[in-house]
């Protein structure tokens, strides 16, 4: 019996595997017009074709909780009715093909207003040019030397912000997901509030430890009091920025232990799952170039916080995913680019340990 193709039950939601799509910007929305940040043809098919292909639960990509939260133009949004009914086309799908359907909600923050990455390397959009806008942040610090320094959020603003999760996480249920992912990491608004390298405030929402999580923490308290009780709400944390960890980097960041502690205060406020990636560059470029590099801080969170946790992280062969789940270090992995090169990828998983997963009728045949 294979550990990867178990189904796993989250509150009353059971996925039928545990090999699972992480989400994966595809900057190919609408950037103005009626159809400005809704899924199309483009996001049907990419979704589509790995619900087909077996996959457990699918995550869509950072979706946006307001116009100025998406990183790029193009950039799925879910702040309207418009965005709200095509994405339930695609839940649809998902579902009749036996995937559950989940969907990332992200705020950008300071790294929002950005070119496409494969037009001028994913280049800042200054406020002016076509489509930029001036990004935001819990402090006015810039992503780069090349990037626009970030409004300065109020507390106003942010609470504005916070119920903007809420809202979007209600529309992501009238679209027919049935997990929210609540986007934590790689240095988005949230993830910019947890690290002191770029939470500089001297209000309630910076300084200590306390006040860097507070905004994530009422981000979660607003979605959680929206989202049905019976279905799970996730959360992506990078576990370490990599600064502490870097004997020759002097910023202070937001380290694993860190994670570890937020770990267990999320599972108190309700979060049912980590999904725990890390941000910025590892201190040995051999790091993050080895498989699974990111596996040993969801197995650290399991065993300390004791709240389930998805891997990722260059995870491109079925017997290391099995692995992972059979070792008890995740209880999910998220494949990323292995999906892409191969939408089919977990049904050859499947094959390849002697378990099963959906087939489409069409397919059998091939299969």
């Known amino acids: 019996m294979s550990a990867l193709f178990e189904p796993i039950t989250l509150r009353s939601l059971t996925i039928p595997n545990r090999l699972w799509m992480a989400p994966m910007c595809q900057y190919s929305a609408a950037p103005e017009g009626p159809a400005e940040g809704a899924p199309g043809d483009w996001h049907f098919q990419h979704l589509a074709a790995r619900a087909a292909g077996g996959t457990g639960l699918i ?27 095509a994405f339930r086309r695609i839940t649809g799908f998902l579902k009749s093909q036996g995937t559950v359907p989940g969907i990332q909600i992200a705020h950008a923050g300071r790294k929002a207003s ?75 608004l949230i993830n910019e509030f947890l690290s002191p390298f770029t939470n500089r405030r ?38 370490t920025d990599w600064l502490s960890e870097n004997e020759a980097d ?21 979060i049912d799952l980590l999904d725990t990636s890390t941000g910025g560059n590892a201190p040995d470029a051999k ?39 059979a070792d008890g270090q995740a209880d999910a992995v998220l494949i990323g680019r292995e999906l892409l090169r191969s939408p089919s990828f977990a049904q050859q998983a499947a094959r390849e340990l002697g378990a099963g997963t959906h087939v489409p009728n069409p397919y059998h045949r091939a299969v």
């Open 202 to 239: 001297t209000d309630e929402y910076g300084g200590s430890y306390e006040n860097r999580t507070r905004f994530a923490l009422e981000v979660v308290d607003a979605v959680r009091a929206v989202w049905p009780e019976d279905l799970p709400v996730f959360f992506r944390i990078s576990a």
């Open 114 to 188: 950005t070119e496409r990455t494969w037009v001028d390397r994913g280049a800042a959009l200054a406020p002016g040019q076509d489509h930029g806008w001036t990004p935001v942040g819990p402090s006015p610090v810039p992503f780069d030397e090349k990037s626009t320094t970030p409004a300065e959020l109020s507390t106003a603003q942010i609470g504005e912000i916070v119920e903007q999760f809420a809202a979007t996480a209600r529309r992501a249920r009238a679209a027919g997901f049935e997990v929210v992912e609540i986007h934590g990491a790689h240095g988005y």
């Open 250 to 270: 002097e910023r202070e960041g937001w380290t694993a232990e860190d994670t570890v502690r937020f770990a267990g205060e999320l599972k108190a406020h309700g």
């Open 59 to 85: 995550l869509a990509e950072a979706t946006a909780v307001s116009p100025e939260g998406r990183i790029s133009p193009y950039d799925l949004g879910l702040w309207n009715d418009t965005q709200t009914e």
């Open 287 to 325: 790091i993050e170039a080895a498989p699974g590099f990111q596996v040993p801080f969801a197995e650290r969170v399991k065993r300390e916080a004791g709240l389930a946790v998805g891997a990722v992280g260059l995870i491109t062969e079925a017997r290391q995913a099995e692995k992972i789940i």
